[in-house]
C-alpha cells in the first residue's frame, strides 16, 4: 500500500509559480516512476509529466514543456512539479501518481492505466 499526499496548490495570477509537492509513503519511494496529471473542469485527467526513479529522466506533455519541471528527492521520498509561468489554461485539480512496475520509456506512460497508485489531488487555480 502506497499513500500519495500532494499539497501547494492556490489560487494565484496569470505568470505567477507555484510548487506542488506530493510526500509518499508505504513502499520503496525510490524504486517508482512518479507522475503528474491533472484534470480541468468537465474535460478528462490528462498526463502533465512523469520522472523515473533515479530522476534522470524526465517527460513533459507538450503545454508544460519549458514551463513546469518535475523532480524528485528519494531522501525526502518526495516529488515536485515547479510550476512557472502559469495560464489561466492551467487550472485544474493536480494529481500525483506512482507506478512499481517495470516497462517502456517515461514517453509510454501517459495514461492514467499505466500507474498504480493515486493521491487525492490538490486544486490549482490561475486567474487572468
Known amino acids: 500500500q502506497v499513500q500519495l499526499i500532494e499539497s501547494g496548490g492556490g489560487l494565484v495570477q496569470a505568470g505567477d509559480s507555484l510548487r506542488l509537492s506530493c510526500a509518499a509513503s508505504?513502499?520503496?519511494?525510490?524504486?517508482?516512476?512518479m507522475g503528474w496529471f491533472r484534470q480541468a473542469p468537465g474535460k478528462e485527467r490528462e498526463f502533465v509529466a512523469a520522472?523515473?526513479?533515479?530522476?534522470?529522466?524526465?517527460y513533459y506533455t507538450d503545454s508544460v514543456k519549458g514551463r513546469f519541471t518535475i523532480s524528485r528527492d528519494n531522501a525526502k521520498v518526495t516529488a515536485y512539479l515547479q510550476m512557472n509561468s502559469l495560464k489561466p489554461e492551467d487550472t485544474a485539480v493536480y494529481y500525483c501518481?506512482?507506478?512499481?512496475?517495470?516497462?517502456?520509456?517515461?514517453?509510454?506512460?501517459?495514461?492514467?492505466?499505466?500507474?498504480?497508485?493515486w493521491g487525492q489531488g490538490t486544486q490549482v487555480t490561475v486567474s487572468s
Open positions: 520522472i523515473s526513479w533515479s530522476g534522470s529522466t524526465t
Open positions: 501518481t506512482a507506478r512499481f512496475r517495470n516497462g517502456g520509456g517515461l514517453s509510454t506512460m501517459r495514461g492514467e492505466n499505466e500507474y498504480d497508485y
Open positions: 508505504g513502499r520503496v519511494f525510490s524504486s517508482s516512476i
